[in-house]
């Protein structure tokens, strides 16, 4: 793959804004490969994804970001550009179960998804071994502790440590801290099971065999500190009957789970997701 | 359609039952076309439906019946026997919007759906002229009345008239007594959206949209005193994403519900609904 | 909905075009409300649809086709515009089958689709009555002449006197001669059942049912003198079993066909299809 | 799991089998967990599975077998009875794509999916490090031999070593001699893609692209002698827009091979999947 720059961008929406933007892009003779915008009528805000590719331009990046800043300042611009030859940093957060932790070291071994993976981070010692065999530092945080904010502290050193651009919890079972989930807005990465209607409270899977529902889904979304409400990045569902028992839609959920963060996780990493207020736009 | 019988049967789970229900149909030299048995083990209940032709047996439904009853005694069932040859008579409820009544009106006509009309009742005349071109009785009973109650009772006496052996709200956007709910249990079915997660309040939709999800569905169920709990018959969904404004979602979500009710009438009238509580098990 | 122009553009692709195009636009003020591109990697073509409130231009629709015809030139662009408050005119055909034709009228007459409908013709007179009843023109050309291009040439004679934008074959079950397609190419919209794999042959169902498929599909496409082979515009599918007689097949297809069909309407009638060859680009 | 025994009938449909069959396991007190049955009206032919826990039984499943042969015999039964404590021994077939067998080798450590894996067999060594580390043994058979029969002989000669029930080809990526595909009737599971329409020769990922599909698939199926038409056990798709490449579908692709694969993979592991000439009758 070409090393390509990715112009992402969300400002108040006006007259001439991708004017501004591809005459700046046109006039360098930049070659745009993908190019997605959105106005949103409700929002009255406009959102836009431009891949141009990096050797079509005179300049390199940081250039680029200097004589772009006056555009960006005139229209009050959410902006960044991203190097796709710079893999992005993702910490893998996972529980016991490796569901979605397996599909998604898959997916990075066999270079279908690219980015780093500084280091697998885990309440219980269970998956030590099959992220070792890739290479992967393990670091076991136990969270029995007479106080969960040790747990949560060392997690969050780690993070840091690792310099990572985002964390993905691939099953953690463990409700973050608002602290932390605000000290990473946008860059958290959450999957968990999803109903229609959903069920509150504790066994979702057997209160929604109990009602008979016909789909089980999952939903990938960017954490919050009001929990499982953050902004939607993908969802899916996977049919169920009478013959499914509540372990049976644990399973097929299992299933959405892991394709769903799968979905969710690439359109991170390719810059595709945009967050305004609660809203996604997705571009895939 | 060669006449058949369908023989309906819930009871609780035991040695034997198939054992005792097959044998009585074979010795009478009975044809089954159609088995499906289903022992839920949550429950410890049996559920059954046999599809036997008519003309393969020595005797009709009544003396099946006389001669049956001894087992269903032994076996503590709650059992019907239908025959194919009588169609069943399906009062349609709607409001304004059109969608679900037109479709089903066309899967009717079409002898799609088999099944009686012995008329449409309404909260508003809109879709008199629609309704009447198929030549069935359309009954306005207007809701804006100073007790409702009022109109809910029309309604019932309407449904009685019409000796109706269910009732389908096809959008009918009124939210029915829960002594009128109570008084046909499994016989009334409504069809309303879903998502997930569910939105509580006005205007789910536009939560939706703000939420940024990206699937829209709709739930087809028997309905219960509780308001949109009852058991659940049927249920799918459809993609949105950020380009479809609320809008944009209630119109595909109508497409959902349209098809989803139109599945859910036909396991109805097919007998392939068995209720337990508040699970359903479809016999699709 | 306030009217709009939506500028379709395709033509090869090159470092300038949205800078030209957009620059053009807001230079005049226009306020583009929706924005689709895409550069074709294969191909390197370039395409590209807006969306710009009518009211927030200077000069109506001729004057912008006018202003906008050295850009065009200049990029060699196939391109149109067209005036969202000048409904598209759209021919339908039938046969005995109503399911898609039906379904269409209902959306046409409930303002969910925004279309005229110049008339209604058929090879048999079986849907006169319902098509009647909308005031919709409604004309009979048998089919079972001794030479069935007479049956073509009064069918061609109504489009053109019904001064058509489109056609859609709503289950016409007839094949139209290779002069009729290739007279409107990007015009006349088919709706077909699909398979995985597809089945060549009569009966396709009957070999779906003894192949124990579990998906029947449709597909929207538009007609070239190429057989069932023109550009794709919306495809789906509905998930049978083994329970599933053929007939069964048909019918769950039916539902699946009346679907597409009414999304690939909806684009077309929106110009959200673009067609480059044999492809299809569809801004959804 | 308690151990159940697992009876699959498939016989020509007459008056009395489920009589005789559940009479049998009645009088000996069998408790039946789980029961399906279908009477194909096409073939005239009679399908059924029952579940039966070991323990209600008052005799082993040899004394089941000697028991049972007379009801058998009498009814002309092509049948078999299995103990779920035997596990099915599974050789996979690979070769260095990788997608499939990930994702069965996670359902295997995970216990997910029960069965024995007595070997992997790929025709190259790229997976043999991942497949070590789970502990089973990697026999590499080059293909790339003068004569590619000698290639077949050794992996037959592997499989019987291995003493397997079944084979599953995990995009093995090799087209079987007739002779070997004859020799494991309904033992072999293949996976491959699928398309509406099919397009036949190579690359079929681009023609699809080019074609403009909105949908791609996958099909698992039973190997035969006839290329990729054997009996179908599981077919899903996946939506596809302009944007994707045909890269983008080849990957979207595999996402709908690995988990059709697996949910095929289970219903044979479950002996849900009974065949009859080219249709399986899939009691999911």
Redesign the interface.
């Known amino acids: 793959m070409d090393p390509n720059y990715r112009l992402i961008i969300s400002c108040p929406d006006q007259?001439?804004i991708?004017?501004?933007v591809?005459?700046f892009?046109?006039?360098h003779?930049?070659?745009?490969?993908?190019?997605?915008?959105?106005?949103?009528?409700?929002s009255q805000w406009f959102f836009m994804r431009y891949v141009v590719r990096a050797d079509?331009l005179p300049f390199g990046i940081e250039e680029f970001k200097a004589r772009f800043a006056p555009i960006a300042e005139r229209f009050a611009m959410h902006w960044e550009i991203n190097d796709t030859a710079v893999r992005k940093r993702v910490v893998l957060m996972a529980s016991k179960q490796?569901?979605c932790l397996?599909?998604i070291l898959?997916r990075w071994r066999?270079g279908?998804l690219l980015f780093d993976i500084p280091c697998v981070i885990s309440n219980h010692d269970d998956l030590r071994g099959?992220v070792a065999?890739h290479g992967i530092p393990y670091h076991h945080f136990p969270v029995d502790l007479p106080d969960k904010r040790e747990h949560f502290a060392a997690v969050s050193a780690q993070i840091a440590a690792s310099n990572a651009d985002a964390v993905v919890l691939a099953r953690y079972m463990q409700i973050l801290p608002p602290d932390m989930c605000e000290a990473h807005p946008g860059r958290i990465i959450n999957i968990h099971h999803?109903?229609?209607?959903?069920f509150v409270g504790a066994k979702p899977y057997h209160q929604a065999?109990?009602?008979?529902?016909?789909?089980v889904?999952a939903?990938c979304h960017y954490v919050t500190s009001e929990l499982?409400?953050g902004?939607?990045i993908?969802?899916?569902?996977a049919?169920v009957?009478?013959?499914n028992?509540a372990d049976d839609m644990v399973?097929l959920g299992?299933?959405v789970e892991k394709?769903v963060l799968?979905r969710g996780l690439r359109y991170h990493l390719e810059d595709r997701v945009l967050v305004h207020?609660?809203?996604?736009?997705?571009f895939?």
């Open positions: 007259v001439g991708v004017a501004a591809s005459d892009i046109a006039k003779q930049g070659w745009i490969t993908e190019a997605h915008q959105f106005a949103d009528p409700e079509s490796a569901h397996s599909d898959y066999s279908e099959y065999w999803s109903f229609l209607p959903s065999a109990e009602r008979g529902v016909k789909l889904g939903t499982d409400a902004p939607i993908e969802q899916d569902v049919r009957n009478h013959h028992s399973r299992k299933d394709t799968a207020g609660n809203k996604t736009i997705v895939a």
